[in-house]
């Protein structure tokens, strides 16, 4: 099957910096890529979704200058946090998929922590 | 809009034991369903899916049949093995032009030996 690969897997990082995540997509071209965030012992929230060179589209409530989505090749996406916080602390998942009806494939996700 | 309704965790069975976990969903047109599992620390897998009614999905000794009628989706395995231990979400995508998925709140699985 496609493999999807998110880095760094964990990441802690002190209260006001900015933190990266990459989701790659390393067998196909992905057209379409989606950034979740989950917290303990609940289910997935998508935060936004993202074409190739187009900008994201944030889901309600999630603020687009916080959480800086860019989907600059066929095969990268990055989710940026910014001006991090502790309550940013969450474990980030992605998601990337060929086309509209084809099957979405998840990275193993990132747990980050703000402290 | 679309929602799915899970069986709420968590559950713990021996080994060997029958799983059902519940799935309803509520969507307009007409979905495909998914069963996902996601292990401790990792990404969501792909256990099974169905994409029309009356479809069975099934993988690993799961199964799931596509119940439009009641608009259900239940996971089931006769007999659970000690690494079928995680937490199992229950998702639909839309009909709408982005299909993006729906998920349950998942159910927690474990299985003791």
């Known amino acids: 099957g496609a493999v999807v690969s998110q880095h760094p897997s964990w990441v802690i990082c002190k209260s006001g910096t900015s933190v990266k995540i990459e989701c790659r997509s390393l067998d196909f071209q992905a057209t379409t890529m989606f950034w979740y965030r989950q917290f303990p012992k609940q289910s997935l929230m998508l935060m936004a979704t993202?074409?190739?060179?187009?900008?994201?589209?944030?889901e309600q409530g999630v603020e687009k200058d916080k959480f800086l989505i860019n989907h600059a090749s066929l095969t990268l996406s990055t989710l940026t946090v910014t001006s991090a916080h502790p309550e940013d602390s969450s474990f980030y998942i992605c998601?990337?998929?060929?086309?509209?009806?084809?099957?979405?494939?998840f990275g193993q996700g990132t747990r980050l922590t703000v402290v | 809009g679309n929602s799915v309704t899970q069986m709420e965790g968590p559950v713990t069975l021996s080994e060997e034991a029958f799983l059902t976990i519940n799935c309803t969903y509520t969507a307009t047109g007409y979905p495909s369903l998914f069963w996902y599992v996601q292990y401790p620390g990792e990404g969501l897998q792909l256990l099974l899916k169905?994409?029309?009614?009356?479809d069975k999905g099934s993988n690993k000794g799961f199964e799931a049949t596509y119940r439009k009628e009641t608009t259900s989706f239940h996971l089931e395995k006769g007999s659970v093995q000690v690494s079928d231990s995680a937490v199992y979400f229950c998702?639909?995508?839309?009909?709408?032009?982005?299909?993006?998925?729906?998920f349950g709140s998942g159910t927690q699985l474990t299985v003791l030996p």
């Open positions: 993202s074409n190739e060179g187009s900008k994201a589209t944030y």
């Open positions: 998601s990337a998929r060929k086309g509209v009806d084809t099957e979405a494939f």
């Open positions: 998702a639909l995508t839309s009909s709408g032009s982005a299909r993006q998925l729906t």
């Open positions: 169905a994409t029309k009614a009356d």
